[in-house]
């Protein structure tokens, strides 16, 4: 169950990527003691990553990129397929590996334009709209690792989390990203006033709930990780996504039922 999901999310050839990364020489965009390495090597990163689509597809146009540019439903794992390659590149290659892999999105973000349904104009290469979605991606990732990550990182480690990654994000090309807690939460809440739910946003949100093309195994492994990424959103987030919420179930069964897939996945790993 936890093989076959794996294999789902992170794509046919993840063992051979991982060892071509981990095979180069040279220094690390990372430190080999950086909270990155801990944070993204934990399989809570499954719930963080769904975690982060949920909120970053708040921001219209952040989403209407995704709804005009992405082949999300006709290849729903592809975009997880690559942001993985992506996490893995920077988190454990080397500067070299990282940086190439940062100049690939760049060009890729190149040719993302259009406009809201609102008709506003975006580019995916617009640092602030990158610093939208670095903010709920890192917010996302921190947030699933106190959850139900095994290493727990103390409120310093979690700051350095944040530092770190805001190099990725100004690498991207995003505004100056914020170098703490304090200051991701403050960022998270200017952003507010942005932020509401289109159809597409909803369509989205419908669409991880229940994606198309999961084997009766994989939707087993699968549904207490969607559950655990829409019990940890904030309730005004389901609301607007017109999520699920049940909080009896939110605090008594997804947690444990949640708990209990990871360990799967980590004995798996090991």
Not at 44 to 65: D, E, N, W
Not at 99 to 122: C, K, N, S
Request: glycine residues 8%; aromatic residues 6%.
């Amino acid at each position: 169950m936890a093989t076959t999901l794996r294999d789902r999310v992170g794509g046919p050839d993840l063992e051979a990527r991982r060892d071509e990364i981990l095979a180069e020489t040279g220094p690390p965009w990372f430190a080999d003691d950086s909270p990155v390495r801990v944070v993204h090597a934990d399989p809570a990163m499954f719930v963080g990553g769904l975690l982060a689509v949920f909120r970053q597809t708040l921001h219209p146009r952040a989403m209407a990129g995704v709804a005009q540019h992405s082949r999300y439903r006709e290849d729903p794992w592809g975009r997880l397929h690559r942001t993985g390659h992506f996490l893995g590149a920077i988190t454990f290659g080397t500067r070299a590996t990282a940086e190439r892999a940062i100049a690939g999105v760049r060009a890729i973000h190149t040719r993302v334009t259009g406009v809201d349904d609102r008709g506003a104009p975006y580019a995916a290469s617009d640092p602030h709209l990158l610093l939208w979605v670095h903010c709920a991606e890192v917010e996302s990732f921190v947030t699933a690792h106190r959850a139900y990550g095994v290493e727990r990182l103390d409120p310093a480690d979690r700051d350095r989390y944040v530092a770190d990654m805001a190099t990725v994000a100004e690498a991207l090309g995003s505004e100056p990203a914020p170098r703490s807690q304090r200051d991701l939460t403050d960022a998270l809440r200017a952003f507010g006033p942005e932020l509401r739910a289109t159809a597409d946003a909803r369509r989205a949100a419908r669409y991880l709930i229940v994606p198309p093309g999961l084997s009766v195994a994989e939707r087993v492994g699968y549904a207490p990780l969607v559950a655990a990424a829409i019990a940890l959103l904030p309730v005004e987030t389901r609301l607007r996504l017109r999520l699920p919420f049940t909080p009896v179930g939110d605090r008594l069964v997804v947690p444990p039922v949640t708990a209990g897939t990871l360990r799967i996945a980590r004995w798996l790993a090991a």
